[in-house]
């Protein structure tokens, strides 16, 4: 075992929850760990709808980055599979959670491919707010035991890979893409647009 993966597992066990830690504090990392990815469905949604073009164009660009991140996670699965703790017996499991690889954490790639494209889009309040809340998600997981801590760093990694390798794309068929959702979105919305419920 290399010594950064000895420092790894380490710094997961200084982390991981312990047999006497409160119900309350576990109960709480799970919602963390769990629910508030569904924040992000939300927080792009209420962007699509109330937000101007290019409000629209930075959401549909941090989804993006997003999915993209999920996708190279999955090849990095692929390619080098890394167990998690509880698959090599180390620490303690709050959680159930499939047998799969662990690097890079799925959970984070989100939350920081959707962070750094909202503050570099200019939302900055949402981006830094996106960011820290993924920070909460990141710690319960490893709280949990089902994450490393490098699974983490991966995962922010990742975010920053996605979102540069998606900028060219976007500058060459961004308009293209947007002119079409937009004109998607009027057709299906006609009636909630012109009873003024959301935005045009």
Sequence with gaps: ?????????????????????????????????????????????????????HQRSVAVRAFLV???GVGLNQVIGLLWPHPRPFMIGLGHTWLAHA???????????????????????GAMLLGVGTLIIGLGVAWARVFLGLHFPLDMLGAFGVACLSYLALVPFWWKAGDGLMRLLERMYRMIMRRPIVWGWVRR
């Design 1 to 53: 075992m290399g010594r950064i993966e000895s420092l790894n597992r380490q710094f997961f066990l200084t982390i991981n929850a312990g047999p006497g830690t409160p119900p309350w504090v576990i109960d709480g990392a799970i919602l963390i760990a769990n629910d508030l990815i569904s924040l992000i469905p939300a927080l792009l949604l209420a962007i699509w709808l109330w937000g101007d073009r």
């Design 99 to 121: 047998a799969d690889s662990s690097f890079p954490s799925d959970h984070l790639t989100v939350f920081c491919g959707i962070g750094l494209s909202l503050l570099l889009g």
């Design 66 to 68: 997003a999915m993209l």
